[in-house]
C-alpha cells in the first residue's frame, strides 16, 4: 500500500517516489504526497514527472485497492513499474482546500449538533447538522471568526482504534467514520477548541484560514440544517 506522507505533514509540496501498480490511466505509488478524494475532501491534482524529464498532469487523486491511485490525464504514456518518478501537487489549491476543511473543525466545535454530511470545495464549503430549530446566521458568523483570528494552534496525534470505540464522543460526523484499518486513528486538535479525529489536510493555525463568511443556512428537511460557508475576500 502507498505510504501516506501527508498524514504526518500536510505541508509536503512534493516527494520522489516508485511506481508499483499502473492501470486504467492511474499510477499507484509506494508513497505520495497527494491527498486522495475522502472525508468531504477533493483529491489532489498536480504534476508527475518521469525519470526521462516527462511532465504529466495529474488531474485527480483516489483510494484504490492497491494503494492511492493517481489519475493521470487522458492520452499520455503511463510509467514503467519500479520507475522513479516526482510528483507534486497544485499547492495553492490543496492550501485553499486545507484552510477550508480546517474552517469545517472550527464551525463544529460552535454548533452542539451530530454532523450528517458535508462538502469542501477551493473557495467554499458546507457541513449538514441534524437539528431542527433555525440557527442564528450572524452569531455564528461572528463566533467562526473570532476563533479563526485568535489563532488557535493545530496539533496531531495517534490513539488506538479501540481507544477511540471506547470515546464514541470524539466522533461527531455521523455519515462518515475516520480511517480505519492502519492500527491507529489520528487527532486533529484546535487548542482549546475542536478535539476531533480525522483524516483530511488541514493549516498549522486557525489565523491562516483568514476570514469566511456564513453565505446561507438552509432548511433540508425536518431534521437537517446545512451551514454554506465562503472565503469572505
Known amino acids: 500500500m502507498t505510504e501516506e506522507l501527508f498524514r504526518k505533514d500536510s505541508y509536503l509540496k512534493s516527494c520522489e517516489a516508485k511506481v508499483t501498480n499502473v492501470q486504467d490511466g492511474s499510477v499507484v505509488l509506494d508513497q505520495t504526497v497527494f491527498y486522495p478524494l475522502g472525508g468531504g475532501q477533493p483529491g489532489d491534482s498536480g504534476v508527475m514527472t518521469y525519470s526521462d524529464g516527462t511532465n504529466v498532469n495529474i488531474v485527480d487523486t483516489l483510494k484504490g485497492e492497491s494503494g492511492i491511485q493517481h489519475v493521470l490525464e487522458e492520452g499520455v504514456i503511463l510509467p514503467q513499474l519500479g520507475e522513479s518518478v516526482n510528483v507534486e501537487i497544485n499547492w495553492q489549491r490543496r492550501h485553499r482546500l486545507m484552510r477550508m476543511h480546517s474552517c469545517m473543525h472550527l464551525l463544529s466545535s460552535i454548533i452542539p449538533f451530530g ?92 489565523a491562516e484560514i483568514g476570514a469566511v463568511k456564513i453565505r446561507k443556512i438552509e432548511k433540508k428537511g425536518k431534521h437537517n440544517r446545512r451551514v454554506n460557508i465562503v472565503f469572505d475576500e
Open 115 to 206: 454532523v450528517t454530511g458535508g462538502s469542501i470545495r477551493e473557495d467554499s464549503a458546507r457541513l449538514d447538522f441534524d437539528a431542527e430549530q433555525p440557527m442564528d446566521k450572524e452569531a455564528i458568523n461572528v463566533e467562526l471568526n473570532r476563533l479563526i483570528k485568535e489563532n488557535h494552534a493545530m496539533t496531531m496525534s495517534w490513539i488506538s482504534e479501540q481507544e477511540l470505540d471506547e470515546q464514541p464522543e470524539l466522533v461527531r460526523t455521523m455519515s462518515v467514520q475516520p480511517p480505519r484499518g492502519n492500527g491507529s486513528i489520528r487527532l486533529i486538535n484546535f487548542a482549546g477548541v475542536d478535539l476531533q479525529p480525522c483524516g483530511g489536510t488541514h493549516v498549522n493555525s486557525t
